[in-house]
């Protein structure tokens, strides 16, 4: 499974972005997609998951009412609407699939290359 991120951005604080992440190759095999972020001089953080039918959802406490994950499974991608962008939410932001299900916010078995989100005050 390939997975291939864009949408990220230079944004003011309070604004609004878009990431889409679009997965080819044996798509079948994914069950969770998921997305996560590194900020500069920090570890890795999970922020948001999905199942594979899009009715289960899950976000960190850091992003919860603020950012949104959902899925087209016709053209297999996930998406991350990212509301009232803060700051603290600069950062390379992953997509990242789960084939068999397991922990949400733990190890996943296909990731994509980064989309830099840049949030100035």
């Known amino acids: 499974v390939q997975l291939q991120a864009s949408g990220g951005g230079l944004v003011q604080a309070g604004d609004s972005l878009r990431l889409s992440c679009v997965a080819s190759?044996?798509?079948?095999?994914?069950?969770?997609m998921g997305w996560f972020r590194r900020a500069p001089g920090k570890e890795r953080e999970f922020v948001a998951v999905?199942?594979?039918?899009?009715?289960?959802?899950y976000y960190a406490e850091s992003v919860k009412g603020r950012f949104s994950i959902s899925r087209d499974n016709a053209k297999n991608t996930v998406y991350l609407r990212m509301n009232s962008l803060k700051p603290e939410d600069t950062a390379v932001y992953y997509c990242?699939?789960?084939?068999?299900?397991?922990?949400?916010?733990?190890?996943?078995?296909?990731w994509g290359r980064g989309t830099q989100v840049t949030v100035s005050s």
């Open positions: 990242a699939a789960q084939g068999v299900p397991r922990d949400p916010t733990g190890s996943y078995d296909y």
């Open positions: 190759g044996r798509t079948f095999s994914v069950a969770r």
């Open positions: 999905i199942t594979r039918s899009g009715v289960t959802t």
